[in-house]
Every structure is written in structure tokens, then in C-alpha cells.
């Protein structure tokens, strides 16, 4: 056999077992995000938000989680700054959303760091503590519903972060031995 041809079978064998392991990992990950997001309350959103990560394990799962919870909730805080407000009391509740928001995505920050140390009880109370904050923006300019099919801005504003609060802290609660309050 010719030195290059045996270079090129020689390398083939090498490439072959990584790849196989990595269609293995992918596919294991899959499952492991599929299971994880079966029972939270926004079972679609919750595979959307994962699919695309590859985990190893629950832990990598509330991670991506929390990172995304921290960063809806700065986006939010960015988009309400850009809003204004025609009377004086809008202003102010504006002004206390963003304070809410930035609020949230520091209780996101310290959750992360709760799951550092696998402390999921830390972890829910500050996920909890995230939801409540962009919940009081919401609750401020009303119920969220102003007609059929309508909604305030800040229920758009604030959507996703609440579904990713509540994906996180459903999984959370798995681990942490506690039942999640949808």
C-alpha cells in the first residue's frame, strides 16, 4: 500500500469512532432536552430554547436556562428605556420597569451562580424572585389584557422571560425535591 493511501485509511479510522461518539452525544442530548422539557409548563418553548445546545446533563439545561432568563431580562430593560410615556405617572412606571427588569437579570446572575454550587433551592428562590419583578412591570400598566387579543407592552415586553423563568424553575423544582407552582 502507498504511503499516502495508508495515511488516508490511517486517518479515516481516527475520524470515524469521534464521529459516531458525536452523533451518540447528540442524540443523548436530544433525549436528556426532550425528558427535561416534557413536563414544564411550556413544553415547545422549553425544547425551542435547548435543541440547539448540546448537554450532558440537567445541570447544562438550567444553565442555558438562566443565561437566557439573564438575558431576556436585559433586552427587556433595553426596550423599555426606548418607550415612552405620555403622562407623568407612565413615565414613572416605566422608569420602574426598567429598574425591575435590570432587577431580574441580577436575580438570573445569582442564580447562576447558585447552580455553581448545585444549591437548587437558591436557585428557585431567585428565579422566583426574577418572575416576580418583571410580573410587577406587567401588573403596573394592568391585568395585561386591554381587548380581545390585545395586550399591554409590557406583557410583550416581559412574555418570554416569564416562559423561561418557568421552564427553569419547573426543572429546579425537580431537583431541589420541591413542586413547581406553574
Known sequence: MKPVYFLCFSLFLMVLPTE??????KSASSDLVTKACQDTPHKDYCNTILRRSNVKDINDIIEILLKT???QARNAAKRVKEMSGKTPEDIKKLKNC???FE???????DALRALDNKRYPDILEKITSANKDAA???DSFGTGKKAPGQVTPMSDVSQEFVRT???????T??????????
Request: hydrophobic letters at 35%; charged letters at 25%.
Open 165 to 171: 423563568c418557568g421552564i427553569a424553575t419547573s426543572i
Open 69 to 71: 432568563a439573564k438575558l
Open 103 to 109: 432587577d431580574a437579570a441580577e436575580q438570573s446572575r
Open 173 to 182: 423544582s425537580k431537583l431541589s425535591g420541591k413542586k413547581s407552582r406553574r
Open 136 to 138: 410587577t412591570c406587567v
Open 98 to 100: 426598567v429598574t425591575n
Open 20 to 25: 459516531i461518539l458525536s452523533a451518540d452525544q
